[in-house]
C-alpha cells in the first residue's frame, strides 16, 4: 500500500425528506445564493423545498448552468457573488451545478484571471467561499469531492481542477429527488460511478485489499441494480439509495487512497465531450473497453482479479479470461442502454486526429498509472473505439 493522506470533511446528510435540514446546515447569518441548472429543481419542486428551508435567510437564485458547466456561465455567476455581497453558496443539481459550484465559490475570491484556475489545476487556489449541496443526480462523487470540470466551449477545452478548500460543508442525499431523472440519466450515473471505481481499481496490484474489496463491492452493486433500475416500473427507494451512496463512495478519496490510479479513460472522455458534446458517461463507456483492450498486459493481473471478482470468470486460460473480463464490461454498459462505440455517435478514423491534438494541446501526454499513456497511445485507443 502506498502512503497516503485521507481528509474528507463533507457532512453527508443522507435520506428521505432531508432537504428540511438545511434550516440548521445553512449559517443563519449567511447570505445565499442558489445555484441551479435549468428547469429541473423549480419543474420537480425541490428548489421550492430548498426556498423553503431557507426561512428567513436571505437568498437570490442564479439559474442556467448548463450540463458540461461554462466558464462564462460560471463568470456571470461570479460577477452576481460579487455585487450582491453572497456569502454562501448553494448548489441544488447534479454534477454539472456542483462543479459549477466549486469553480464560482474559488473564483469569487480569485485575483486575476479566473481561466488561470483551470491551466493550474486549482494549485492556485487559496481561499473559497463556504458552499454546500443538494444532489438530484447520483453519478460523478462532486457531493462528497474536491474535484470540479469547467468548459470553455470557445476553445473546446474542458478541464479539471481541485483544491482542498473544495469539498462541499455538506451534501443533502435525498434518494426520492432522483426519481424525476429521465432513465438515461439513470444510466449515465451507473456508468460513471463504474468507470470511477475502475480508474481507481484496474491498474496493478499495490497490496492493498481492503481498497480492492471496496471497489469490488462497489462494482457489484452496480451491476446488480443497474439493470433493475432500468426495468423497474416505478422507482424503487433502495435501489435509489445504493445508487446514490455508491456513486458517493466511488469518488470520494475513499476506495482511492494508497493505490495507483489511471484516469486515461476520463482525460480522453473530457476531450470528445469538449468536441462532440457527448454526454460525460457516454463518453466513458467509449473509451474503457477499448482502453482495457489496449493496456492489457500492464492491467493483466488486476483484470483477472476483476473478471473473477466481479464476473466471476473463473474458467479458460488467462487470456480468455481478460477477454471475457473486458467483454463483460462493454455488455454490461450496452445493457445499460450506453453504447460503447464512436461509430453510435457518426463519429470515424477522421475524429481521432483532433482528439489527440486536443490532448496534446491540453498536456495529457502522459496518462495512466505508469505515465506511459502516450498520444500515440491514445490513438491506438480511439482506433479501438471505432
Ligand atoms: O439542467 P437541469 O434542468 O437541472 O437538468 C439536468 C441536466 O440536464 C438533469 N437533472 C438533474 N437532476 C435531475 C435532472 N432532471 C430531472 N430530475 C432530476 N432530479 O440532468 C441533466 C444532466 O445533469 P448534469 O449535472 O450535467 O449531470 P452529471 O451529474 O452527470 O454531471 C456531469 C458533469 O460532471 C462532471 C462531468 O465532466 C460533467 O461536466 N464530472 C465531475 C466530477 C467531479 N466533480 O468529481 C467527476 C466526473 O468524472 C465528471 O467529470
Ligand atoms: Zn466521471
Redesign the pocket.
Known sequence: MQNFDFHNPTHIVFGKDRIADLANLVPAAAKVLIL??????EK?GTLAEVRQALGARQHSTFSGIE???GFDTAMKAVQLVREGGFDFLLAV???????AAKFIAAAALFEGDAWDILLQGGRNISQALPFGTVL??P????EM?N???ITRRDIGA?LPFRSRHLYPLFSVLDPT??Y???LP?IS??VV?AFV?TVEQYLTYPANAPVQDRFAESLLQTLVEIGPRLLTATAPDYDDRASLMWTATLA?NGLIGAGVPQDWAT?MIG?EL?ALHNID??RTLAIVLPALLQERRAQKHAKLLQYGERVWGIRSGSEDERVTAAIEHTRDFFERMGIPTRLSAYGLGAEAIDVVVHQLEDHGMTQLGEHSDITPAISRRILEGAL
Do not use: R
Request: proline content about 7%; hydrophobic content about 25%; overall charge neutral.
Open positions: 441551479v441548472g435549468g428547469a429541473s429543481a420537480t450540463p458540461n458547466p443539481g447534479g454534477g454539472s451545478v456542483i462543479d438530484t443526480l453519478a460523478t462523487g462532486s469531492n474535484g470540479s470540470v474542458k429527488k432522483t424525476t431523472l429521465p440519466q449515465n450515473g460513471d470511477h469518488l476520463h473530457h465531450t460525460h458517461a
